[in-house]
């Protein structure tokens, strides 16, 4: 870990013969804040967790490593919360535990989702990568990654997305860091990009199901066959989960 010029924040790879082997940028800027507190590989060292500090606040992040380039999975912000210790469980490779310091023990549990999208007239890959979506048409060409056709760039980490297979109209939902929800859609199936990037509502406001599908069906596009997606998260002590686009409380 160091900082590189003032600039990044920055966690360096070296191989045993002491050569760099790859680096992934966990902060850019003149006033970095931030520092590394904790780092963990989960069982199979495929999972990099990164508990980052900034005075009382406490940021816990989920690396992965494809084709010589880092991707942040998984980003969440624990206001006026440290994280005091986190340890990969030793026979489960994705679970995570953690201990905050108001003394509350959590677990968290991931699984790999291959989001593609078939359609008659397209057939796209998304990649997450904090802040990026990557979005390769493979209709027009294979883009191995870390590139991809284009991008859309949020204002906050992605956390999970969700897609219409319309042919004539193809909107995205995707989940963000700070729980709200966002569409971005194109006007029809050959456009080369998306946009109308808007949020729309934040998951603690959301009441039922059914107001999760007026909502989504009341933009321009009806999204009539959203893809299987997973996302939850405790919001004000009540746990929220999506799955098949349907919001359930528990």
């Not at 082997?21 to 967790?49: M, P």
């Not at 990026?132 to 590139?147: A, G, N, R, V």
Request: net charge negative; aromatic share 12%; proline share 2%.
């Amino acid at each position: 870990m160091r900082f590189n010029n003032g600039q990044k924040l920055t966690i360096s790879f070296l191989e045993k013969n002491d050569l760099k082997h790859g680096e992934l940028i966990l902060e850019t800027g003149e006033n970095i804040k931030k520092y590394v507190e904790h780092i963990a590989w989960n069982k199979d060292s495929t999972i990099l967790a990164l508990v980052l500090r900034q005075e009382n606040d406490s940021y816990l992040q989920l690396w992965s490593s494809s084709n010589y380039h880092w991707y942040l999975k998984q980003s969440f912000s624990f206001s006026s919360i440290n994280i005091q210790t986190l340890l990969w469980n030793i026979d489960i490779n994705n679970k995570l535990h953690f201990i905050t310091n108001n003394g509350q023990y959590h677990s968290m549990s991931w699984s790999w989702i291959s989001q593609v999208s078939y359609t008659n007239t397209r057939s796209l890959v998304f990649l997450i990568d904090g802040c990026h979506l990557f979005i390769s048409d493979f209709t027009h060409s294979s883009i191995p990654p870390s590139m991809s056709s284009y991008e859309i760039i949020c204002p906050l980490p992605i956390l999970a997305i969700a897609f219409d297979d319309d042919d004539d109209h193809y909107q995205l939902i995707l989940i963000l860091s700070d729980c709200s929800l966002a569409t971005c859609s194109s006007s029809s199936s050959s456009s080369s990009n998306l946009t109308n990037f808007r949020r729309i509502i934040h998951l603690s406001e959301i009441k039922s199901v059914h107001y999760v599908i007026s909502l989504i069906s009341s933009t321009e596009s009806s999204i009539k066959n959203i893809h299987n997606t997973t996302y939850y998260r405790l919001i004000n002590q009540e746990f929220y989960f999506i799955e098949n686009s349907h919001l359930y409380t528990g």
